[in-house]
Structures are given as C-alpha cells and as structure tokens.
C-alpha cells in the first residue's frame, strides 16, 4: 500500500515550489525502486523520477535541476521536491513502488492534484 501525505498536492504559482510525500506499508521497502508519475488531462501517465535502494536517480529531462526525489528507508517514505514549477508541470502526481526484479510499477498511491497557475 502507498499512501501519499496530506496535503501533499495543491494550487502553486508559476516558480513556486510543493513538496510531496509518499508512505509505503506491507511491503519490503528496501526491495522497491520507489517513483513519481504524472497524468495531464488528456495526456499520457508519464514517470517523473525514479529512485533506488542506495540513492541512485532518475529523472524526466524536462524536470532536471528542477525536482528532486528522495527515500527515507527508515521510515518507507519517498519524496518529491519540486521547485520552479511550471504550468506544464500541472497534472496528477501518483508515487509508484516497482519491485526491483519487474519492469512494471506493482503499487500505485492514491494520487493528488498539482495546479501550476497564475
């Protein structure tokens, strides 16, 4: 189960910056490489960022510099710092927990609405 944290998403102005989290239960933490998606109306799920057991990351190129995605093994948490938001960053954000050994996201948080507006 992947739970995201309240408030989590949210109404945010062009450059500003939200902060989301993601709590994983029931499953080995540590054997998951933990994500982010993202789902705009009438557009594609597209993954944002990936990180590893040790640390190692992946991003979407149109977020680097600009998102920062982290785990806390310690507390099964993963997540997602986004700053400099911008109006194509508007979309669903859903956190993803893909077992190491599969090429497929096996858990899907509930997702939460991020609004980048003037």
């Known amino acids: 189960q992947l739970q995201l944290v309240a408030p989590g998403g949210g109404l945010v102005q062009p450059g500003g910056s939200l902060s989301l989290s993601c709590v994983a239960s029931?499953?080995?933490?540590?054997?998951?490489?933990m994500g982010w998606y993202r789902q705009a109306p009438g557009k594609e799920r597209e993954l944002v960022a990936e990180v590893m057991w040790g640390g190692n990351t992946k991003y979407k190129d149109s977020v680097k510099g600009r998102f920062t995605i982290s785990r806390d093994d310690a507390k099964n948490t993963v997540y997602l710092q986004m700053n400099n938001l911008k109006f194509e960053d508007t979309a669903v954000y859903y956190c993803s927990a893909r077992h190491w050994t599969m090429t497929s996201t096996n858990y899907w948080g509930q997702g939460t609405q991020v609004a980048v507006s003037s």
């Open positions: 029931r499953i080995m933490f540590s054997a998951y490489t």
